[in-house]
């Protein structure tokens, strides 16, 4: 339990919310603006995939204190793998989600691996 | 589709399989909210105000560590700078909207709804802003509604953390997928995989997200751009193919 009260937790909520909402107007009304360089079009091509894949590997591969899991992640790589072919063959998102959880749920849970 | 289908009803459609899969995690996201001390009052204005899956789960686990105030502030301007990428590269689509509507659809854009438009905006011609910022308010919806209830679920429950942490997992898959155009690309994804790695690692902060991020969406675009120019022929360059098409449609691109 947190030593902060319902008050701190506003604040904290309005702070994050700030800082959420900086980097999501400013670069989009800046574009809507002006033309987009072709090259910027070009490179934005790649940022959302390498950004997916980031967040995947850190959640698959990376534990709280920011070392390798050398342990304990089997099941997710395995779920995650599973995911990933599912995703391909079906390409439906709710699809993916739920083979995922059952998936890792059956690994972390059952098999404890 | 149907011809005489209404608008609002279409876009439902268009955004229901993120809705239904936002209902699981929502679930979640509230219970781990409130075991952080969030009342649900709180719970629904940080679903509406922040609006991210993973930003509200790095709220909770932090809250529950007793990180201080400005530390979590700090990480969430590093976790939410990755948004700065994703609404310039929808910017091309919003040109010409008044600022208000700029305004609101910044504001209830995140990840997930970003996937759907972006891919709406791609593959269909009459695809329209307004239609776009429906499926943020649809998807907030979800979401909301969802995290007030996990809220109200509360104690009741126990959820195993990394169980739950991997409903996200598997959307940012689904996701990375549905973005893979061609062979390039999964040599970018293995690139971006190490160097977040590398940089997690070395950094220890999510900062090491977006220069992971920076770099491996780089090396693709001058790659890219050097195949172009001097090998054409490349098979770096081949389309990946959809297995849920025939061959032909998707020839016909």
């Given at each position: 339990m947190s030593s902060m009260s319902s008050m701190d937790h506003f604040w904290l909520v309005i702070f994050c919310a700030i800082v959420a909402f900086i980097p999501r107007?400013?670069?989009?009304?800046?574009?809507?603006?002006?033309?987009?360089?072709?090259?910027?079009?070009?490179?934005?091509?790649?940022?959302?995939?390498?950004?997916?894949?980031?967040?995947v590997v850190k959640s698959v591969f990376i534990d709280s204190k920011y070392q390798i899991m050398t342990s304990g992640n089997l099941g997710m790589i395995i779920s995650a793998i599973l995911v990933g072919v599912i995703a391909y063959r079906t390409r439906s998102m709710t699809l993916s989600v739920v083979v995922g959880l059952v998936s890792v749920m059956i690994f972390v849970l059952v098999l404890h691996i | 589709m149907k011809k005489n289908e209404p608008n609002w009803l279409m876009v439902l459609r268009t955004v229901m399989p993120l809705g239904l899969s936002y209902i699981p995690i929502g679930l979640a996201c509230g219970v781990l909210l409130h075991a952080a001390g969030f009342n649900h009052l709180l719970t629904a204005l940080i679903s509406v105000m922040v609006f991210s899956g993973g930003a509200q789960f790095l709220i909770a686990s932090m809250l529950t560590i007793n990180a201080p105030m400005t530390t979590i502030i700090l990480m969430m301007f590093f976790l939410e700078l990755r948004y700065?990428?994703?609404?310039?590269?929808?910017?091309?689509?919003?040109?010409?909207?008044?600022?208000?509507?700029?305004?609101?659809?910044?504001?209830?854009?995140?990840?997930?709804?970003?996937?759907?438009?972006?891919?709406?905006?791609?593959?269909?011609k009459h695809w329209q802003p307004k239609q776009a910022l429906l499926v943020e308010h649809y998807s907030l919806l979800f979401w909301t509604v969802s995290n007030i209830i996990g809220s109200l679920i509360g104690s009741a429950l126990t959820i195993?953390?990394?169980?739950?942490?991997?409903?996200?997992?598997?959307?940012?898959?689904?996701?990375?997928?549905?973005?893979?155009?061609?062979?390039?690309?999964?040599?970018?994804?293995?690139?971006?995989?190490?160097?977040?790695?590398?940089?997690?690692?070395?950094?220890?902060?999510?900062?090491?997200?977006?220069?992971?991020?920076?770099?491996?969406?780089?090396?693709?675009?001058?790659?890219?751009?050097?195949?172009?120019?001097?090998?054409p022929e490349s098979h770096l360059l081949y389309t990946i193919h959809d297995p849920t098409r025939p061959l032909d449609e998707e020839a016909d691109k």
């Open positions: 107007f400013f670069p989009l009304l800046f574009f809507t603006k002006r033309k987009i360089p072709e090259w910027f079009n070009e490179w934005m091509r790649f940022v959302p995939v390498s950004l997916f894949t980031a967040l | 700065a990428l994703l609404g310039s590269s929808l910017s091309r689509y919003l040109k010409g909207q008044p600022l208000p509507f700029i305004f609101a659809f910044a504001f209830s854009m995140n990840d997930e709804n970003y996937a759907v438009n972006y891919l709406k905006f791609a593959t269909d195993n953390l990394s169980v739950v942490d991997f409903a996200l997992t598997a959307l940012f898959i689904y996701m990375a997928i549905m973005q893979t155009k061609s062979r390039l690309t999964i040599l970018v994804c293995a690139l971006s995989g190490v160097l977040t790695i590398s940089f997690l690692v070395w950094m220890k902060s999510t900062l090491g997200l977006v220069v992971a991020t920076l770099l491996a969406s780089f090396a693709g675009y001058f790659v890219e751009r050097h195949l172009l120019a001097h090998k």
